[in-house]
């Protein structure tokens, strides 16, 4: 049973405006969090790790120091297994109106709960996954309803795939690390996590079962044209899961694959509350990120050091055979290059220039040998084969099977 909010002792008063209004829906909000939590018997720091974020942060959403974000309301209610409803009705009315015949009225927050968009992933959000965000969240589309639902159906069918082997479903590793949102940021944030993935600085281009094997569940779907790439956070086993296109080339694959891991350690950093103002911000740390992580700066140092390539020698043949090595595109190997310091700005030019020549003559196709495919369905079809030893479990096994496109054979 979903635990109940307590209302409001007093009703929203009607004379309330701007900044006094939003203090004193943040207060109440608080207030009806704090409630919640005690009733659960959970301490702040219990709930904070349930929901995935800081302590603090929960500790200011229940003082009432600063609106919360819905999004952030969200994960917060999902680790108490509420509904975010409840609490903004809670936060709203007085005790004397009966919760079930009582709107929420809290200005925003109810038009945002009720966007077209995040009305798509509420079924995920009840289960406790709630979508970190966009990958490129600027110039992404909306993600169509009929790739939410195959989105939600695969997610539900690896956890139950999880349940019946008895698997462990949390992540290995911290999904929370503490980092500054600069450029000095990403590259530290990225060497940190390669770190704790064991890759060090190795050139690796199985990243799908580094990250599976450590909890992070990957998934390949159909996506409209120009959505790469879904995140989501399953706040109650702290692990996740990226959905990635399954039309887009390995280059890209990998590089949202990437992206994702950069949103998801935003997302666990502030709550997913970016202003507006900062979603540029978000979007050009987590490109900063994704080029770090699958190109780390030794191994690439190291290879044009092997090769004996100073500024001025990279020809565009060398650059798209190297470049295959760490699965990146061309244009974001040869940006790295600069970066790095590898490439003189004349050189650069001559290189961009015959990348783009390529792209506008072949349609938008990679340059050069394609990376090799990145590895699909690892991990689900794995455990799909050990769940069809579990007795009892072999017609809705087969049924997870014939959904993913996986081959079954009879018993």
Same mark, same amino acid.
């Given at each position: 049973?979903?635990?109940?909010?307590?209302?409001?002792? =007093?009703?929203?008063?009607?004379?309330?405006?701007?900044?006094?209004?939003?203090?004193?829906?943040?207060?109440?909000?608080?207030?009806?969090?704090?409630?919640?939590?005690?009733?659960?018997?959970?301490?702040?720091?219990?709930? @904070?790790?349930?929901?995935?974020?800081?302590?603090?942060?929960?500790?200011?959403? /229940?003082?009432?120091?600063?609106?919360?974000?819905?999004?952030?309301?969200?994960?917060?209610? @999902?680790?108490?297994?509420?509904? =975010?409803?409840?609490?903004?009705?809670?936060?709203?009315?007085?005790?004397? @109106?009966?919760?079930?015949?009582?709107?929420?009225v809290l200005p925003g927050l109810t038009?945002?709960?009720?966007?077209?968009?995040?009305?798509?992933?509420?079924?995920?959000?009840?289960?406790?996954?709630?979508?970190?965000?966009?990958?490129?969240?600027?110039?992404?589309?909306?993600?169509?309803?009929?790739?939410?639902?195959?989105?939600?159906?695969?997610?539900a069918d690896y956890l139950r795939l999880?349940?019946?082997?008895?698997?462990?479903?949390?992540?290995?590793?911290?999904?929370?690390?503490?980092?500054?949102?600069?450029?000095?940021?990403?590259?530290?944030?990225? =060497?940190?996590?390669?770190?704790?993935?064991?890759?060090?600085?190795?050139?690796?281009?199985?990243?799908?079962?580094?990250?599976?094997?450590?909890?992070?569940?990957?998934?390949?779907?159909?996506?409209?044209?120009?959505?790469?790439?879904?995140?989501?956070?399953?706040?109650?086993?702290?692990?996740?899961?990226?959905?990635?296109?399954?039309?887009? =080339?390995? /280059?890209?694959?990998?590089?949202?694959?990437?992206?994702?891991?950069?949103?998801?350690?935003?997302?666990?950093?502030?709550?997913?509350?970016?202003?507006?103002?900062?979603?540029?911000?978000?979007?050009?740390?987590?490109?900063?990120?994704?080029?770090?992580?699958?190109?780390?700066?030794?191994?690439?140092?190291?290879?044009?050091?092997?090769?004996?390539?100073?500024?001025?020698?990279?020809?565009?043949?060398?650059?798209?055979?190297?470049?295959?090595?760490?699965? @990146?595109?061309?244009?974001?190997?040869?940006?790295?290059?600069?970066?790095?310091?590898?490439?003189?700005?004349?050189?650069?030019?001559?290189?961009?220039?015959?990348?783009?020549?390529?792209?506008?003559?072949?349609?938008?196709?990679?340059?050069?040998?394609?990376?090799?495919?990145?590895?699909?369905?690892?991990?689900?079809?794995?455990?799909?084969?050990?769940?069809?030893?579990?007795?009892?479990?072999?017609?809705?096994?087969?049924?997870i099977a014939r959904r993913a496109g996986?081959?079954?054979?009879?018993?």
């Open positions: 049973m979903q635990p109940r909010f307590q209302a409001s002792a =007093t009703p929203m008063p009607d004379d309330l405006t701007g900044d006094d209004r939003e203090r004193e829906e943040a207060r109440r909000i608080g207030e009806a969090l704090r409630l919640a939590r005690t009733r659960r018997g959970l301490m702040q720091g219990e709930l @904070a790790a349930a929901a995935g974020m800081p302590a603090a942060q929960i500790s200011a959403i /229940e003082c009432g120091r600063r609106p919360p974000s819905l999004r952030t309301l969200r994960r917060v209610c @999902a680790a108490l297994g509420a509904k =975010t409803e409840d609490l903004l009705r809670a936060a709203s009315v007085g005790n004397s @109106a009966p919760a079930e015949e009582s709107e929420p038009e945002l709960f009720q966007s077209p968009e995040e009305r798509l992933f509420a079924p995920l959000a009840r289960a406790g996954i709630v979508r970190t965000v966009r990958a490129d969240p600027l110039s992404s589309p909306p993600p169509t309803e009929e790739c939410v639902r195959i989105v939600e159906r695969r997610i999880e349940k019946i082997c008895g698997a462990f479903a949390g992540a290995s590793i911290p999904l929370a690390l503490p980092f500054t949102q600069d450029a000095a940021g990403a590259e530290e944030l990225s =060497t940190r996590v390669r770190r704790l993935l064991g890759l060090g600085d190795s050139i690796v281009l199985d990243y799908v079962s580094v990250l599976e094997s450590h909890g992070i569940r990957v998934i390949f779907v159909p996506m409209p044209p120009g959505l790469g790439s879904q995140g989501f956070f399953d706040t109650r086993s702290g692990s996740a899961a990226f959905a990635v296109s399954d039309s887009i =080339t390995p /280059e890209k694959q990998l590089f949202r694959l990437a992206l994702e891991l950069a949103w998801l350690y935003l997302f666990t950093r502030n709550g997913n509350e970016a202003v507006p103002e900062s979603a540029e911000s978000n979007r050009r740390f987590a490109k900063l990120f994704a080029a770090c992580f699958i190109m780390p700066r030794a191994a690439v140092k190291n290879m044009a050091a092997s090769l004996g390539a100073g500024r001025g020698d990279w020809t565009y043949p060398l650059l798209l055979r190297v470049k295959r090595h760490f699965g @990146a595109s061309a244009e974001a190997f040869a940006y790295r290059l600069l970066e790095l310091g590898l490439v003189g700005r004349d050189a650069l030019a001559g290189l961009l220039g015959a990348i783009k020549n390529h792209y506008d003559t072949h349609g938008n196709r990679e340059p050069g040998e394609p990376a090799p495919a990145l590895v699909r369905g690892g991990r689900f079809a794995d455990l799909a084969e050990r769940a069809r030893s579990v007795p009892g479990a072999w017609d809705e096994v087969r049924a996986l081959q079954v054979d009879a018993r």
